[in-house]
Every structure is written in C-alpha cells, then in structure tokens.
C-alpha cells in the first residue's frame, strides 16, 4: 500500500517562493509516475507538474512553466515542487498523487489526467496573497 504526505504549505506574499513535499511509503515501479496536482475554492482539480520517477522526464502545466520545478530526491522516497513568483492566482490546496503504471521510461502524452492516479495525500493549503 503506498501512502503520500504532503508538506511545506503555508500563507506567502505574491512574489515569494514555497517548497512543497511529499514523503513517499510502500512500493512504486520505477515506471510509476507522481505529480502535483491544485484544487482551489470553486474549481476543479487540475496538474501542476508531473515526473516519472524511473526516466525522470517532466511535464509542466503552462500556467507554472518557467516558476515550478518538479524533482524527487535519489532514493525516491521524497517528491518536492519549489514554486517561486507565487501570484494569488497560485492559491489552492495541492495534492501528491501517484500512477503505479506510466509508460516504461516516460511520461504518458496526457500525464495531468487526475481519475489515472491511484494514490493520493490529504493535500496542503497554499495561500498567496497580494
């Protein structure tokens, strides 16, 4: 059974920066993705970024391109997202989720399919203000 925990979130000012985490228990295929997904107030969920975990290629939303950075530390027990130039728009509570199966050495061509991760955590609040 994989479980995912999420950290690091918290209230910053619009132009600062948050390092979420996420530790990582149970088994996962090195062909398995995880990613980052948001959910703010009256919207529904949508990726962030993602990595396969075995090829370590990533994918951006367009709307963080350039701001987020998606990694997972060497033993890949640990997912990170720093997210620099927060803006109020960035405000939403974000998830670490996890695909047990992704395409062997890569990411899918549509990898911010949320109902495709079978794990879940129980998310952390950001909250930029302006």
């Known amino acids: 059974q994989v479980q995912l925990v999420e950290s690091g979130g918290g209230s910053v000012q619009a132009g600062g920066s948050l390092r979420l985490s996420c530790a990582v228990s149970?088994?996962?295929?090195?062909?398995?993705?995880m990613g980052w997904f948001r959910q703010a107030p009256g919207k529904e969920r949508e990726g962030v970024a993602v990595?396969?975990?075995?090829?370590?290629?990533?994918a951006y939303a367009d709307s963080v391109k350039g701001r987020f950075t998606i990694s997972q530390d060497s033993a890949k027990y640990n997912l990170y997202l720093e997210m620099n130039s927060l803006s109020p728009e960035d405000t939403a509570m974000y998830y670490c989720?996890?695909?047990?199966?992704?395409?062997?050495?890569?990411?899918?061509?549509?990898?911010?399919?949320?109902?495709?991760?079978?794990?879940w955590g129980q998310g952390t609040q950001v909250t930029v203000s302006s």
């Open positions: 989720a996890a695909r047990p199966y992704c395409n062997p050495g890569r990411l899918p061509a549509s990898p911010f399919i949320s109902n495709t991760y079978d794990y």
């Open positions: 149970g088994y996962l295929y090195s062909r398995s993705c």
């Open positions: 990595i396969h975990r075995g090829g370590g290629d990533t």
